[in-house]
């Protein structure tokens, strides 16, 4: 059952990129990140009454407690990270840098979680680690050197701190309903990028947001709850190293979804390396 939650979580987090990209044309990433998380939490604790879990947050270790949260300012990082890089480059490129936290989680799941990896699975991270690389633009990389190309760090910030995510998640989620661990997460990041935009000042753009926007950022958001009730679900009864790979698949909704949204294409290099991207990532979840 594990499985199908995992495949959920990859096409509601596909459809949240396009959602989001929609929603940060005009509006600044950090303000539309605050606002969104806003419609997660509300989604993600209306998900734990529903459960009827709501009376077991007295049950939960210090320890589970901890790793939630460090968990939770992980995905926080990420987002930050994420949306800004999704508001300044091509959705195209920004998503394949950011699924690349799939190669550093499942050497972090072998280091601290002891999931055993088989010679075949090994070579599954190989074909997947080249399909990024295919993905990723010399150019991109050059770009770095100027504003042009900040986006690249941003996605390459998005890519680490999700690893992290996945593996404290991971942690903090054993013997925690995953509805109830999900609601604690997202109130640390909700703390977190509320605190960024006091920070920045730019906590009077919130009420300069356009109704049009705000409904893109706000319908990412449910977007986003949902993916994380099958992902969390997923890592729950499933092993990290497999979950999180599934969950990269996102990227192929996205590909499709940004070709008819924003034109977007994809050119034979970067095709090729979206290929053994899939076929890496489905080997992963077939042995």
Do not use: H
Request: hydrophobic content about 55%.
């Amino acid at each position: 059952m594990w499985l199908f939650y995992a495949i959920g979580s990859a096409f509601f987090a596909g459809v949240t990129s396009i959602l989001a990209k929609c929603g940060i044309r005009k509006t600044d990433s950090t303000v539309a990140t605050a606002v969104r998380t806003i419609v997660i939490l509300i989604f993600s604790w209306l998900m734990v009454f529903i459960a009827g879990s709501w009376d077991q947050i007295g049950e939960i270790s210090g320890t589970a407690l901890v790793f939630l949260i460090l968990s939770g300012a992980a995905t926080g990082a990420s987002w930050l990270c994420y949306f800004k890089a999704l508001q300044l480059g091509d959705i195209n490129k920004v998503v394949p840098i950011d699924k690349s936290s799939t190669v550093l989680t499942i050497l972090l799941a072998l280091i601290f979680l002891q999931e055993g990896i088989s010679l075949t699975k090994a070579a599954a991270v190989v074909v997947i680690a080249a399909g990024i690389f295919l993905m990723i633009e010399k150019k991109d990389v050059q770009e770095t050197k100027n504003s042009k190309g900040s986006w690249f760090l941003y996605a390459v910030g998005s890519a680490f701190f999700a690893s992290l995510t996945a593996i404290l998640g991971k942690i903090g989620i054993t013997g925690v309903e995953s509805n109830l661990g999900t609601a604690i997460r997202t109130c640390v990041v909700l703390v977190m990028a509320w605190l960024m935009v006091l920070v920045t000042g730019k906590q009077k753009a919130v009420g300069k947001i356009e109704k049009k926007e705000l409904a893109f950022i706000c319908c990412s958001g449910i977007a986003t709850g949902v993916s994380w009730m099958c992902y969390y679900r997923a890592l729950q009864e499933g092993p990290a190293s497999v979950v999180a790979p599934i969950d990269k698949l996102s990227v192929l909704v996205t590909v499709v979804f940004s070709y008819f949204v924003f034109g977007e294409k994809l050119g034979k290099k970067e095709t090729a390396g979206l290929v053994l991207l899939t076929a890496g990532t489905v080997a992963m979840a077939l042995l």
